[in-house]
C-alpha cells in the first residue's frame, strides 16, 4: 500500500488524492496562521503547505525518528521560523495544546493501519480543545477499517454533529472534516453546506474539487 508518493521534478506536488482532498480545508478556512500535522510520511501535505500558504505557520508532529531522518531524501524543508517538525506522540502532544490551531490534518498511519489512539475518544476531545473558535479538524480514516463507525461516532459526539464528508473524494479513503463551535463564521457556514449533500452532486465532482483547489492555490 502506498502511502506517500513525490515527483522527483517536482517534490512540492501532490500526487495522491487523499492528500487533495485534505486540502480542501481551505473551503473552510481559507487563511489559516496555525496548522498542526500528526503525521509527516512523506511530507507531501507539509511541503505543498508550507510553500503555497506562506503566511500559516505549520507544525508537524512524527512518532517515528526513522521516517524523521528521510526528511532531506523527500525535500522537506529545514525547521525554521514557520516550519518544525516534532518527534512527539501526537496523543500526549495534543493534550497539552490549547486553543493554538486554526487547522489540525490527522494523518497518522503506520504499518498496521490507524492507530486506535488516534482514534479515541480523548484524542478528538483533546483536538477540540487545540482548535480555536472555528477551527477545523481534518482526518483521514480509511472507510473499510473496522472501527470507522466507532471513530464517526465519536467525532460527531465530540464536535457536536458539525461534521460532513465529500463523498467519493478520495476512493477508500474517507476524509472528515470537523468545525469546532464558536458562533457564526466561515468554516461552520460551509460544514453545514457540505453535510446537507456531501459536497456537490457527484463523487467525480467532487474529485475535480479537489484539483482545482490545489491549482487555484498555486496559482495564487
Not at 483533546?126 to 481534518?138: Q, T
Amino acid at each position: 500500500m502506498v502511502q506517500s508518493e513525490m515527483r522527483l521534478s517536482r517534490p512540492d506536488d501532490l500526487v495522491l488524492s487523499y492528500a487533495r482532498a485534505m486540502m480542501c480545508f481551505v473551503l473552510f478556512h481559507p487563511r489559516p496562521e496555525h496548522i498542526v500535522m500528526v503525521g509527516l510520511g512523506g511530507g507531501s501535505l507539509a511541503k505543498f503547505c508550507y510553500r503555497y500558504l506562506p503566511r500559516c505557520r505549520i507544525t508537524v508532529l512524527e512518532l517515528n525518528p526513522e521516517v524523521i531522518a528521510l526528511r532531506e531524501q523527500f525535500a522537506i524543508p529545514r525547521d525554521n521560523a514557520r516550519f518544525r517538525v516534532i518527534q512527539a506522540d501526537a496523543v500526549e502532544y495534543m493534550a497539552r495544546l490549547d486553543n493554538s490551531a486554526d487547522v489540525l490534518l490527522v494523518d497518522g498511519f503506520d504499518a498496521e493501519g490507524l492507530p486506535p489512539a488516534l482514534g479515541s475518544a480523548s484524542f478528538y476531545a483533546d483536538c477540540r480543545r487545540a482548535l480555536r473558535p472555528g477551527g477545523v479538524m481534518v482526518s483521514n480514516i480509511f472507510s473499510y477499517d473496522p472501527h470507522y463507525g466507532d471513530m464517526l461516532r465519536r467525532l460527531r459526539q465530540t464536535f457536536e454533529g458539525r461534521i460532513c464528508w465529500f463523498r467519493g473524494i478520495a476512493g477508500n479513503n474517507r476524509i472528515l472534516f470537523a468545525v469546532k463551535d464558536g458562533g457564526a463564521s466561515p468554516a461552520l457556514a460551509m460544514q453545514q453546506k457540505v453535510a446537507r449533500s456531501h459536497g456537490l452532486a457527484l463523487p467525480v465532482l467532487n474529485r475535480l474539487l479537489a484539483h482545482w483547489i490545489v491549482l487555484k492555490l498555486r496559482w495564487l
